[in-house]
């Protein structure tokens, strides 16, 4: 099949860790370099950014990249987008009539209209993966929420007007329903990880003094990831250090708005000097990082899925995290590790205090969430059954199209 992928904000070459790049970048690049190595064509669309950006550009993996112009080619928060998105929907309309596609699967709300725009005229088929929801970031950010005012109205459109919706989590789905998506326009494919680079590594001892206990923290660094619940739980578990990977470039981390921000509650509880923060690390260099954490913790606010949790189980790390969203999916208290409601440092502390006295019962987390990564979670098998549902959605229009088909008279 020629297949488009729309990521309007989320480039699948850019750099993870800052405010904007994270989960659906990493999520776009491993399924669009999947695709491509069982036989398809694959674009994927995603905003010129930098006036430095080619047109398109072939990625490593064999897919093509194409920098749609749309907006001025600088950052541009992702909240601010959907001015452009008529650009973006006019250009991708252009493009798929001069080089028609089989199936277009968009990444994130604001990419569903844009493909909505292109795709329809010419009866091409939308597979829509939110990768958020406006309710739920309204529901946990009240007043605090950026998102456009229409963007929750926009998404429920979406629910009704796309050929199909790929949910990452069940708790998605059922979000999904109170919006008005119709219960059989929906699969679960969860996202994905790489178990041959993701892999338990024996970890290599800090230079110098004894060994101290590691919780490890990787993602953006904003608020909802919870951050700065981790640091109040470190305030109540002596002799333990905090190390976050995320964020800006190492030289600007000193300067950084919200790592201002953590140091200072850092300081404040008295925990600064157990607290490192290294700023964006490269995907080659996680897996070593991840294997030299006792405890990896992912407690966010919500989140749709949550790849670092996958990632840190691939590894042999057990893992405590939130009790939301994909977590929900992905992490089996008393087998892979811990959930702890959100926000709730006071719970999280005695929960890390209890894993990280236990070295048995983390090795058997370990052990666990290596197996459950293997045998769930890895690439090949999530993008096979992203290839499935796109061959069904395609065929299903395809009959749609044609009447004698879809009475059942063919040839």
């Known amino acids: 099949m020629r297949i488009a992928l729309v990521s309007e904000h989320a480039n699948p070459l850019a750099v993870v860790g800052g405010v904007d790049a994270g989960g659906q970048n990493v999520h776009v690049a491993a399924l669009a370099g999947g695709l491509v190595e069982r036989g398809h064509d694959v674009t994927v669309y995603s905003r010129r950014d930098t006036a430095s950006a080619p047109e398109r550009v072939r990625a490593a993996e064999g897919y093509v990249v194409a920098h749609v112009p749309a907006g001025p080619p600088s950052d541009v928060p992702k909240d601010q987008l959907l001015q452009y998105m008529p650009a973006f929907g006019d250009y991708l309309r252009q493009c798929w009539a001069e080089e028609p596609v089989d199936v277009v699967h968009a990444h994130f709300w604001m990419s569903g209209l844009a493909s909505m725009r292109a795709a329809r005229p010419g009866g091409t088929p939308v597979l829509q993966t939110f990768h958020a929801l406006g309710t739920v970031k309204r529901r946990q950010q009240g007043s605090h929420d950026t998102s456009p005012p229409a963007r929750i109205a926009l998404e429920r459109r979406l629910c009704t007007s796309v050929d199909r919706v790929i949910a990452t989590c069940r708790d998605e789905v059922a979000e999904l329903r109170r919006m008005g998506l119709p219960p059989d326009r929906a699969s679960i494919i ?19 003094g004894p060994h101290r206990p590691r919780l490890l923290v990787i993602g953006r660094i904003v608020e909802r990831k919870g951050v700065g619940n981790v640091i109040e739980a470190l305030a109540h578990l002596p002799g333990v250090e905090l190390v976050v990977a995320g964020g800006p470039a190492p030289d600007l981390v000193g300067t950084d708005p919200q790592v201002v921000r953590l140091r200072r509650l850092a300081r404040q509880l008295g925990v600064e000097d157990r607290v490192r923060f290294l700023g964006s690390v490269s995907r080659p260099d996680l897996p070593a990082l991840t294997c030299s954490a006792d405890v990896v913790v992912a407690v966010p606010w919500y ?3 949550g790849i670092v949790p996958v990632e840190a189980m691939a590894c042999g790390r057990p893992v405590v995290g939130s009790a939301v969203g994909g977590l929900l999916d992905t992490v089996v208290p008393g087998v892979t590790g811990e959930l702890v409601p959100p926000r709730r440092p006071d719970l999280l502390a005695p929960v890390l205090r209890d894993l990280l006295a236990d070295p048995a019962r983390r090795a058997a987390y370990g052990r666990a969430g290596r197996e459950r990564a293997v045998h769930t979670y890895q690439w090949r098998a999530v993008v096979e059954a992203t290839e499935a549902v796109y061959a069904s959605t395609v065929s299903s229009a395809v009959v749609a199209d044609d009447p004698r088909l879809s009475s059942g008279v063919t040839r």
Do not use: K, S
């Open 303 to 305: 989140e749709p899925f």
């Open 190 to 208: 969860p996202c994905g990880v790489d178990t041959d680079a993701f892999r338990p590594t024996p970890a290599v001892p800090a230079p110098g």
